[in-house]
């Protein structure tokens, strides 16, 4: 009995020197900048998320990433159907999630040229009733903000 405690020791410290990382850590890109930089500056969204390509994965994975996780690793999440459909045909994606709670907004992410190169969820707390449209103006407004500041797809990968 006396042994166990210090193996658990012994265990946690070959993980941290082993240089695993926890997965629900922020990345260290110039996505996750974007992001942090405009969730400070809009405090009533609830969870943002930026998928791209990235240098391991041409699939738009997620790339950065604001918000609860519900326990599960969000940051390097392939595109499903809906995400793909608003990088291919630049076309935005607006629903309430199942809960009613949450209205989603997602719109085709552009560089400075206006040429999509990836995805931008933004999601808002919601209630029956609230304007729908609104939400959309405000994510199009965050997307606009970002657009100003990448150069290139590239660029969201690069360190901070």
């Given at each position: 009995?006396?042994?166990?405690?210090?193996?658990?020791?012994?265990?946690s410290a070959?993980?941290i020197?082993s240089?695993?990382?926890?997965p629900n850590?922020?990345p260290?890109?110039?996505a996750?900048?974007?992001?942090?930089?405009e969730v400070?500056?809009h405090?009533e969204v609830?969870?943002?998320?930026?998928?791209?390509?990235?240098p391991?994965?041409?699939?738009y994975p997620?790339v950065?990433?604001?918000?609860?996780?519900?326990?599960?690793?969000?940051?390097?999440?392939k595109?499903?159907?809906?995400?793909?459909?608003?990088?291919d045909?630049?076309t935005?994606?607006?629903?309430?999630?199942a809960?009613?709670?949450?209205f989603?907004?997602e719109?085709p992410?552009?560089?400075?040229?206006?040429?999509?190169i990836?995805a931008l969820?933004?999601?808002?707390?919601?209630?029956?009733?609230?304007?729908?449209?609104a939400?959309?103006k405000?994510?199009?407004?965050v997307r606009?903000?970002?657009?100003t500041?990448i150069?290139?797809?590239?660029?969201l990968?690069e360190p901070r």
């Amino acid at each position: 009995m006396q042994k166990f405690p210090f193996l658990l020791v012994a265990l946690s410290a070959v993980f941290i020197c082993s240089g695993q990382s926890d997965p629900n850590a922020k990345p260290n890109n110039y996505a996750q900048k974007l992001v942090d930089e405009e969730v400070a500056k809009h405090p009533e969204v609830v969870i943002m998320a930026i998928h791209a390509k990235s240098p391991a994965d041409p699939n738009y994975p997620i790339v950065a990433w604001y918000g609860p996780t519900g326990g599960k690793v969000r940051v390097g999440k392939k595109a499903d159907e809906d995400d793909m459909r608003v990088i291919d045909k630049g076309t935005e994606n607006l629903e309430v999630n199942a809960t009613g709670d949450r209205f989603e907004v997602e719109l085709p992410l552009q560089d400075v040229n206006k040429k999509t190169i990836g995805a931008l969820a933004v999601v808002y707390p919601y209630k029956k009733g609230d304007d729908k449209t609104a939400f959309k103006k405000k994510a199009e407004q965050v997307r606009d903000d970002m657009r100003t500041k990448i150069s290139s797809a590239d660029q969201l990968n690069e360190p901070r």
